[in-house]
């Protein structure tokens, strides 16, 4: 049997168009999942995606495209080959509709003035007629209420009804009920045909604020795709800065390539300077705006603007690998992700729509047959000296309900919030990988820090070399072999020893077999010698004796330095110690995050006594730091936070930057990674700080904090409206209080509810909010 790990599973984005509420998610999902081969699907009701995860050998993405373009929402898998992520028609998408809403909106104004003018000046001729509101109302379905009548009906007759379903019911039973009034005066039934004019009128104003305000929340994810420049200035390889170059598409260049960037461009590329010198203003990507100085041998980023001087760079990653690139496609599929919060809402919405149709129809039924024999004075609540019958008063109710019922809203409350949160943190530099980190990320009680490379600079540099003299081994030679080894690794450490030599300008022996362990040292073959470099347990634990005299060894310790261990063909060659600073700005963020009620913890490999002097300096009490910890150990230890006891859970926040703190990255509830992190730990963790800022996380925390109240906020509105509104539009409040909500009002406030949700997430980023909460 295969196991569900072996199958192969490759992800599609869909493009869909036609979903108007949170039924509509809910539909497409569930038609997705139907599908043969399909393991998940997640929609997004704002950026109008959906991400699937599917079998290729029994789906693929065109034809998941087809099975939703069939069922009413049309669809299209997104282009792999833009040049730095897929979502540059978001914006496009937004415009569009915006405009062809308020085309829509100006002929239904139109029409809405007129059936207003002719409803309170009678003595005017013609328009005061009921065949020119008739006309009116014709009209109004036909032209720019047709869309919404069609769609809704797709939606009833695919057993997928959604909040289009509900307006065109409303619009056409309030239009045909007058129709039979006006053929059938006997009746004695009221003519209402300014109804379904200003109801429909109503509507497509609400849809255009919500439009022009959902274009708002998706502008910092646009603002990022205008970074990227669309013509690149390329030079041959070994030019000087005055060579001819020639203008070609961002997209063509390849690594390798030389481009000229001059003063007020952008880099086009990720790349290295090689010709010139200048400043360069990163805030674009890091969020920090003071400028940087770049020379020979510096990197620069693709999608920051190049300030004073002409330079030349070798393009090292170019289009969606950038890492502008990157982050477009990290805040795509965040925003595609949902808080777990949102499936709870998203679930309700699913059946709404069938139990809005169903207390539509019982409230006719109520009214029609019991409720005007209970209160007859309610057919008295008609305008003027009318009188409603009694099957037109419960008409108008059941209309009323179907109409204000507000599905919308509740699919808007999270994703909106979402889209803003992620937003506002990726033009800041904080890169938040979904709303389930935002949701967790609020909730955290324990942050949890690596030491070297994230509390210190990770820059370190050596400080002191003591060989084993009695072997005949001198600093030079020791220092050699040791930047030999070193040259196999990445680490901060390894980096330290390496420049160490480089700056003594020795000269390197040959090495080879390299092995790294992970949180204890690493090994190769110099000069056919076995050359390990560690700690001092773990050459103990490899059968190297180490001396007797820790003195030295106790020196260094005390002095706040970490301490590197050499053996060499099984005998103890020497100590290396090695001092990496303290970040400026880790002692005030510390203060801060426990400021916040944050416990701030350290989990290190280092030995104790340089961990404990590391907790010292930024005023942490010894209970604070674990120490002496191997990888999988660091797993443990983030378990062991999150149950502090086996009927208590707390959420923990990891922040690592190395392939050792990757385990303890996945196993917290949120993993932060520095910029500079390696792949394995950037790929591991929920949340990224692009600018290297430990600063940056009590900013993170705060906006997730922020996000997360704007979306109680927005569901607590949602239900709350829904559970006042609904009840007043189906007459509970009208025999005691006489309070009748019209269809046209109904319609207004069901409207006016979802841009009510998408604009209270617009206040988290017009009020920085973030900023404020610090």
């Known amino acids: 049997m295969i196991s569900p790990a072996a199958i192969p599973v490759k992800i599609v984005t869909l493009d869909v168009s036609g979903m108007k509420c949170a039924g509509c998610v809910q539909a497409v999902e569930r038609q997705l999942l139907q599908q043969v081969g399909v393991q998940s699907a997640s929609v997004n009701l704002i950026t109008a995606v959906a991400a699937v995860e599917y079998d290729p050998d029994r789906a693929s993405g065109d034809d998941l495209a087809a099975i939703l373009t069939r069922s009413g929402f049309p669809s299209q898998p997104r282009s792999p080959e833009r040049s730095i992520g897929p979502s540059a028609s978001v914006q496009q998408r937004y415009q569009q509709e915006l405009r ?170 990720d790349g290295e300077v090689v010709v010139g010198e200048t400043t360069v203003n990163e805030s674009t990507i890091t969020g920090e705006a003071t400028p940087v100085a770049k020379q020979s041998g510096d990197r620069v980023t693709a999608g920051t603007i190049n300030l004073s001087g002409t330079v030349i760079a070798i393009a090292t990653r170019v ?85 204000v019922a507000c599905p919308c809203a509740l ?37 949890v820090f690596d030491k070297t490379g994230t509390l210190t600079e990770g820059e370190p540099r050596v400080t ?3 060989p084993n003299e009695e072997l005949g081994w001198t600093r030079d030679r020791l220092l050699a072999y040791a930047a030999s080894v070193e040259r196999g690794t990445n680490h901060p450490l390894a980096r330290a020893i390496v420049n160490a030599a480089a700056e003594q300008q020795l000269d390197l022996p040959a090495a080879g077999e390299f092995q790294t362990f992970p949180g204890l040292g690493t090994q190769a073959l110099v000069e056919e010698q076995l050359v390990l470099l560690g700690t001092p347990e773990w050459l103990s634990e490899r059968g190297i004796v180490l001396p007797r005299d820790r003195s030295s060894l106790d020196t260094l310790v005390d002095a706040g330095k970490t301490v590197i261990s050499a053996g060499i063909n099984g005998q103890w060659a020497g100590w290396i110690a090695i001092v990496d600073p303290l970040r400026r700005e880790a002692q005030t963020t510390l203060s801060k995050l426990e400021n916040m009620g944050l416990r701030v913890k350290i989990l290190t490999g280092d030995r104790p006594e340089v961990a404990n002097k590391v907790a010292q300096t930024l005023g942490l009490q010894p209970t604070d730091v674990i120490a002496g910890v191997k990888p999988d150990g660091k797993a443990r230890a983030i378990a062991n936070f999150q149950h502090p006891a086996p009927d208590i859970i707390h959420k923990v926040a990891m922040v690592g930057e190395g392939i050792n703190d990757a385990p303890a990255l996945a196993q917290a509830d949120v993993g932060i990674a520095l910029q500079s992190a390696t792949e394995v730990a950037s790929e591991t963790a929920q949340l990224i700080l692009l600018g290297d800022r430990l600063a940056d996380i009590p900013q993170a925390i705060a906006l997730s904090r922020a996000t997360f109240g704007k979306i109680r906020q927005n569901l607590f509105w949602a239900f709350a409206y829904n559970l006042l509104a609904i009840p007043l539009a189906a007459g509970l409040f009208l025999p005691h209080f006489g309070l009748l909500l019209s269809p046209a009002i109904a319609g207004a406030c069901m409207a006016f509810s979802s841009v009510t949700v998408v604009t209270n997430s617009l206040f988290l980023r017009d009020n920085d909010a973030p900023s404020q909460a610090l």
């Open 319 to 403: 289009g969606e690998a950038t890492t502008l690139g990157q982050i477009v496609q990290w805040v795509e599929v965040a925003q595609t992700k949902k808080a777990p919060i949102q499936h709870v809402a998203d679930a309700i919405a699913g059946y709404f729509t069938y139990a809005i149709i169903a207390l539509s129809s019982l409230t006719f039924l109520f009214w029609s047959t019991l409720g005007v024999h209970l209160w007859p004075d309610v057919l008295l609540s008609a305008p003027g000296d009318m009188e409603y019958s009694p099957l037109l008063l419960s008409l108008k109710l059941a209309i009323a309900t179907l109409v």
């Open 100 to 269: 062809g809403n308020l085309n829509q909106l100006a002929i239904a104004s139109t029409l809405i003035i007129l059936s207003f003018t002719g409803h309170w000046f009678h003595s005017l001729p013609l328009i005061s007629t009921m065949a020119f509101h008739w006309t009116l109302a014709t009209l109004t379905l036909l032209f720019p209420g047709r869309k919404i009548i069609l769609e809704g009906a797709r939606g009833l007759w695919q057993n997928t009804p959604n909040m289009n379903s509900l307006i065109g019911l409303g619009a056409t039973a309030a239009y045909t009920t007058s129709c039979i009034a006006l053929l059938f005066p006997q009746t004695g039934w009221e003519c209402f045909f300014d109804e379904p004019v200003m109801l429909l009128g109503f509507i497509l104003l609400g849809r255009t604020l919500e439009t022009r305000a959902r274009s708002r929340a998706a502008a910092d994810l646009s603002a990022l795709l205008s970074l990227q420049p669309k013509r690149a200035h390329l030079v041959p390889s070994g030019s000087e800065s005055d060579a001819p170059s020639v203008d070609i598409g961002v997209e063509t260049v390849k690594v390798g390539e030389w481009v000229r960037v001059l003063p007020g461009e952008l880099f086009p590329v």
């Open 411 to 447: 699919g808007l409350a999270t994703p909106t919030a979402i889209l803003v949160g992620t937003g506002i943190g990726a033009k800041q530099g904080i890169l938040i990988k979904g709303g389930e980190a935002l949701e967790q990320l609020h909730g955290v009680k324990t942050i």
């Open 464 to 466: 002191d070399c003591l």
